[in-house]
């Protein structure tokens, strides 16, 4: 594969090929080629191998350092038929295409896990692993109700999203059964076409030309399901996990929002209870059995509570900063989700489109080739 910079306007540019099987160990490696102008990288062009594994723990690993952006997704691990050449075309397609979306970003880009992926040697990349445990994301426990969140709208549109996909997956998977349950029965013609042939003289030349014309379109038709698959199955599936990346994200900002609510409303509790415990009387308690005077019991009781309300409202103001941050960033990214989005559907249709024009072009002239032969005899 050609990587180039210039042809893209991209200052780093990444390619996913040569799917190479590893039969004695049972994983498939891909090369992995990255072009780039950018100085933080020694060379401007080099390339790796990497597994699926390896693709595996980059989405992980820029998901626990960026919770708040939308993280593209990986295609999902299989367990049988993993050396099938159909599946291993469609897995490097999508392991290209989540790479080629964490280059574009320019955040997700700059991460040194990135970096340490494109360019380190095995050993190296698994010494970085190793030193960069993974750590399993748990929601506060605390009750998340009437959120206003700002994404409200967004949510309410995945929802819909999804049940699009589904629907788009679902014809989508039983066209596909289809078109291939025709060519394998198209495929069974040319052959009785041919004992025909053998006992028909005269009409020998035709049957021969019927089934090779059959055969010729059959072709075309296997093409045409193998671009679908790639073009529009693919895309739909990758879409489909794309919105749950879109909600875990949305979900981890409302665990932001509940941790700065639950802060804020502490802090007004203890405030009440501040207010309170100033303005009642000096009583006797435990304490001032043990030689305490009930002024200094109270004293303490104040001086405790104003530190809790510090401690809670500093954490409150991180809480309330990291969520604008957070916020941020999320806006940002579904607004770049939102434009790619229209430009892969673009691409898709039209690469659709161009599809099924290709395949009903040359089945005419095959058909058209047939008639004037015929014609002809």
Same mark, same amino acid.
């Not at 594969?1 to 042809?7: E, K």
């Not at 030349?205 to 030309?209: A, D, N, Q, Y």
């Not at 303005?279 to 043990?290: D, M, R």
């Not at 401690?311 to 500093?314: D, I, Q, R, V």
């Given at each position: ?7 893209t306007?991209e200052?780093?540019?990444?390619v996913?090929d040569d799917?190479?099987?590893?039969a !004695?160990?049972s994983?498939?490696?891909?090369r992995v080629?990255t072009?780039t102008t950018?100085e933080?990288f020694?060379?401007e062009d ?5 597994r699926y594994n390896?693709?595996h723990?980059?989405g992980?690993?820029?998901t626990q350092?960026?919770?708040s952006h ?5 295609p999902?691990k299989?367990?049988?038929?993993k050396f099938d ?8 397609l999508a392991l290209n295409k989540?790479l080629?979306r964490i280059a574009e970003?320019?955040?997700? &880009? ?8 494109l &360019?380190?040697?095995q050993?190296e990349?698994e ?16 009750p998340?109700s009437?959120?206003?969140?700002p994404f409200?709208?967004?949510s309410?549109?995945?929802?819909s999203?999804s049940?699009?996909l /589904?629907?788009?997956s ?5 066209l596909h059964?289809d078109q ?12 009785s076409?041919?004992l025909? !042939?053998?006992s028909?003289?005269k009409?020998e ?5 019927f089934?090779?014309?059959?055969s010729k379109?059959n072709?075309?038709?296997e !093409?045409?399901?193998?671009?679908k698959?790639?073009?529009?199955n693919?895309s ?6 794309? #919105? ?6 949305l979900k981890?900002?409302?665990s932001?929002q509940?941790t700065?609510d ?7 509790n ?6 309170k415990?100033e ?12 030689g305490k005077?009930?002024?200094?019991v109270k004293?303490?009781k ?6 809790e309300?510090t401690?809670?409202?500093?954490n ?7 969520l604008? #941050?957070?916020s941020?960033a999320?806006r940002?990214d579904?607004?770049?989700w /939102?434009? /790619?989005?229209?430009k892969d559907?673009r691409e898709l ?12 072009t040359?089945?005419i002239?095959v ?7 015929i014609?002809?005899?």
């Open positions: 594969a050609v990587v180039s910079t210039q042809s306007g200052d780093i540019v990444v996913v799917a190479q099987k590893h !004695a160990e994983f498939v490696s891909y080629l072009k950018r933080s020694e060379l080099f390339h790796v191998r990497r390896d693709f723990w980059l992980n690993v820029l350092q960026y919770p939308i993280i593209p997704p990986l999902q299989k367990v049988f038929n050449p159909a599946f291993l075309r469609l897995r490097q989540f080629q970003h320019p955040i997700l &880009s700059t991460s040194e896990h990135f970096f340490i992926f &360019s380190a040697r050993i990349l010494e970085s692993k190793r030193n960069t445990p993974l750590k399993k994301f748990t929601m506060p426990q605390i998340v009437d959120i206003e969140s409200k709208d967004t309410e549109y995945l929802e999203f049940k699009i /589904n629907s788009l679902s014809e989508s998977t039983k059964k291939t349950e025709l060519s394998n029965n198209l495929s069974t013609l040319p052959p076409l041919m025909w !042939a053998n028909e003289e009409l030349p035709m049957l021969t030309r089934g090779e014309g059959i379109v072709t075309e038709l !093409a045409m399901v193998q671009k698959e790639e073009i529009f693919e739909i599936k990758e879409y489909q996990r794309y #919105v749950t990346a879109v909600k875990a994200v981890h900002r409302d932001l509940v700065k639950f802060l804020t409303l502490s802090v007004l203890k405030q009440k209870d501040l207010e415990l303005s009642s009387e000096p009583g006797k308690s435990i304490a001032t059995l043990f005077s009930p002024v200094q004293g303490e104040v001086a405790k509570l104003q530190q309300i401690t809670l409202s500093n409150g103001e991180k809480a309330s900063d990291a604008v #941050v957070a941020a999320i940002s579904i607004e770049r /939102n434009i /790619n989005r229209e559907c249709f039209t690469g659709l489109s161009d599809t099924h024009i290709n395949y009903f040359e089945s002239n058909w058209q080739g047939l008639i004037e032969s014609d002809k005899d």
